[in-house]
């Protein structure tokens, strides 16, 4: 079973930087599509990116393209998340997910790591 566990959140100004990373472990990674989501207080989760293990191919939810940066590392089986421009409306708990390939949703989940943006 895929184990997942975040780091990296933390309180910034509006328009730094900040790297999350997810520490990803278990078998047959290449089997997995892996994502990073966001939960603001009161509102639902919703994606922000997602990466499959096995060719590299990436997404974005629209309101981060161009923001946020989505890549996996093999060596150290982490998927991180290099976010831009932050914005106080980034802020939010966020949250490395992972899919098997052959399964439509999410379903194993970390504990979610918190990003706080200041104006």
């Known amino acids: 079973q895929v184990q997942l566990v975040e780091s990296g959140g933390g309180l910034v100004q509006a328009g730094a930087s900040l790297r999350l990373s997810c520490a990803v472990s278990?078998?047959?990674?290449?089997?997995?599509?892996m994502g990073w989501f966001r939960q603001a207080p009161g509102k639902d989760r919703e994606f922000v990116s997602g990466?499959?293990?096995?060719?590299?191919?990436?997404y974005y939810a629209d309101f981060v393209k161009g923001r946020f940066t989505i890549s996996r590392d093999n060596a150290k089986n982490t998927v991180s998340l290099q976010m831009y421009s932050l914005k106080p409306e980034d802020t939010a708990v966020y949250y490395c997910?992972?899919?098997?390939?052959?399964?439509?949703?999410?379903?194993?989940w970390g504990q979610g790591t918190q990003v706080t943006v200041s104006s």
């Open positions: 997910a992972a899919r098997h390939k052959l399964i439509n949703e999410y379903h194993i």
């Open positions: 278990g078998r047959a990674l290449s089997s997995y599509v």
């Open positions: 990466i499959n293990w096995s060719d590299d191919s990436t």
